[in-house]
């Protein structure tokens, strides 16, 4: 199977690629402009490890924190509503039962159709050993 990259992934090897080929690639492009020398010439690491890619989120301020709820009263509450309640499996016993009503009902339709019911109904269940030789 592939090796498929998510879309953050992607974004960030694209954002590395940059800053390893294109930033001093930049940089050079001015040195051979200007004939001069630059000494401030950092690594594209550096660059990277100076260069914020997250948010500091603020302190909130005063009514904001006034007017949320505790944290202790904070609970998992699910987006997509409660589960619905589920009918209980059945039992072996009320499967048979179900299985027979629905034959009842099919023969009871081929007669009504005019289909004549087959002489023997011929299963895909294999033969036990004894029968097969």
């Known amino acids: 199977m592939p090796f498929v990259l998510g879309t953050l992934t992607f974004a960030l090897l694209m954002g590395l690629a940059c800053a390893f080929f294109l930033v001093p690639a930049a940089g050079l492009a001015e040195d051979i402009g200007t ?34 709820p505790p944290a202790s009263r904070l609970t998992y509450q699910p987006l997509t509503g409660t589960d619905p309640e589920r009918p209980k499996l059945r039992t072996p016993a ?4 179900l299985e027979t009503e629905l034959e009842a009902a099919r023969v009871k339709a081929d007669k009504k159709a005019g289909i004549r019911p087959a002489a023997a109904m011929v299963s895909n269940k294999p033969k036990p050993a004894a029968v097969r030789e």
Do not use: G
């Open 35 to 68: 004939n001069k020398k630059k000494d401030n010439h950092q690594s594209p690491l550096a660059t990277i490890m100076q260069t914020r890619i997250w948010a500091d989120t603020p302190e909130p301020k005063d009514f904001v924190k006034d007017h949320r």
């Open 94 to 97: 009320e499967l048979k039962d």
